[in-house]
């Protein structure tokens, strides 16, 4: 999964990423960052103007949880971010 703030943001040609979406993207990765360490073999990337979950080698079940754990820190920063990824798999 990758989260992020406005779609294409560096390719557009902006190296600015605005304020508001610097705040939400730092308050998601404090959050996670806070989480998923109980969460063994999941582990976080920062990037410049976004960060990765990755969860390659985690079982299915973990990797359901990781999930859902993403997706409650990250909606209410939805008028925010954008999650990107696979979808969970059923």
């Known amino acids: 999964m990758k989260y992020m703030g406005p779609v294409r943001w560096e390719s557009n040609g902006n190296k600015k990423v605005p304020f508001?979406?610097?705040v939400a993207?730092?308050?998601a990765l404090v959050s996670l960052l806070a989480e998923l360490p109980s969460y063994p073999g999941v582990w976080i990337e920062p990037k410049r103007n976004s960060?990765?979950?990755h969860l390659l080698g985690v079982n299915p079940?973990?990797?359901?949880?990781?999930r859902?754990?993403?997706m409650k820190r990250v909606k209410p920063l939805s008028n925010t971010l954008r999650?990107?990824?696979e979808p969970p798999r059923r």
């Open 20 to 22: 508001p979406v610097r």
């Open 51 to 53: 960060f990765s979950v």
């Open 68 to 70: 859902r754990e993403v």
């Open 25 to 27: 993207l730092v308050r």
């Open 61 to 66: 079940e973990t990797q359901r949880q990781v």
């Open 83 to 85: 999650v990107m990824g």
